[in-house]
């Protein structure tokens, strides 16, 4: 069982960065794809990034390319999101995921989830 933890969230202001961090444990976290989740409210839950075990190759969200790299460091056991340039429509809760699916995508190919963590942007 994984079990993992989002921290870095809060409130910013139009233009500014926050950098979110995934505590992973419980696993072997070299082996997992890791993702990246947002959910803002009365919206469904959006795919943001995601970093392969294998490869560290990334993929990401057309609204966030450029803007929100994500970068891992197994010997930590962590997983980044860098978020820059924020805009008030980034406001969200984000979640950090992990599959053992080769598909990062879609959130229903990942087996373990955070909790969430706030994000705020405001204008």
């Known amino acids: 069982q994984v079990q993992l933890v989002e921290s870095g969230g809060g409130l910013v202001q139009a233009g500014d960065s926050l950098r979110l961090s995934c505590a992973a444990s419980?696993?072997?976290?070299?082996?997992?794809?890791m993702g990246w989740f947002r959910q803002a409210p009365g919206k469904e839950r959006e795919f943001v990034g995601a970093?392969?075990?294998?490869?560290?190759?990334?993929h990401y969200a057309d609204f966030v390319k450029g803007r929100f790299p994500i970068s891992r460091d197994n010997a930590k056991n962590t997983v980044y999101l860098q978020m820059n340039s924020l805009k008030p429509e980034d406001t969200a809760l984000y979640y950090c995921?992990?599959?053992?699916?080769?598909?990062?995508?879609?959130?229903?190919?990942?087996?373990?989830w955070g909790q969430g963590i706030q994000v705020t942007v405001s204008s």
């Open positions: 995921a992990a599959t053992t699916n080769s598909e990062v995508t879609g959130a229903r190919y990942y087996q373990y």
């Open positions: 419980g696993g072997t976290f070299s082996l997992y794809n």
């Open positions: 970093i392969r075990w294998r490869t560290d190759y990334t």
